[in-house]
């Protein structure tokens, strides 16, 4: 049985999570005193960025979907939903940049590199995910003594 603790943790860190990628998704940040290098082994550095900033979202979002009591009996599809909607959630982070803000544009390359962020989390979290478990229920009954 999962504690209940641990569950509003794991909502609430998914919450900022979902938070801090839409202040990074949709926020201007035109620094024109700042000079930054515009590419890395011949990727543009942005894609780093966009790689980066998804890849910790299938370990919260799985977490988010095995503490949620109306997944119910669709907890073994915990790891391909988790998958499936941060595939929506950068093509909506993408598109919203494209058809909704004027100083922000949505590039397909982008969302690759959104894919390759989730992609590689959720292949971690299949092998690491109970072990998530048992340290986030650690965590929550170590703070309870």
Same mark, same amino acid.
């Given at each position: ?6 569950? %509003?943790?794991? /909502? ?17 940040? !035109? ?10 082994? =011949? ?17 919260? =979002?799985?977490? *988010? ?14 790891? !391909?939903? *988790? ?21 922000? !544009? ?5 969302? %690759? ?8 989390? *959720? ?5 690491? =995910? ?5 340290? *986030? ?7 309870? /003594?």
């Amino acid at each position: 049985m999962l504690s209940r603790g641990a569950g %509003i943790l794991v /909502k609430v860190l998914f919450l900022l999570y979902v938070g801090m990628v839409l202040f990074f998704c949709f926020f201007n940040f !035109s620094m024109p005193d700042l000079e930054l290098p515009q590419y890395f082994l =011949g990727i543009r550095i942005d894609r780093y960025f966009h790689f980066i900033m998804f890849l910790p979202y299938p370990f919260i =979002g799985w977490l *988010t979907y095995r503490y949620s009591r109306h997944v119910g009996q669709y907890k073994e599809f915990a790891l !391909s939903l *988790t998958f499936v909607t941060g595939l929506v959630f950068a093509v909506f982070t993408e598109l919203a940049q494209k058809y909704l803000l004027d100083a922000r !544009s949505g590039e397909f390359q982008d969302f %690759i590199a959104d894919f390759f962020g989730i992609l590689v989390g *959720t292949v971690i979290v299949k092998f690491i =995910g109970e072990w998530m478990i048992s340290v *986030t229920e650690k965590l929550v009954l170590d703070k309870k /003594k």
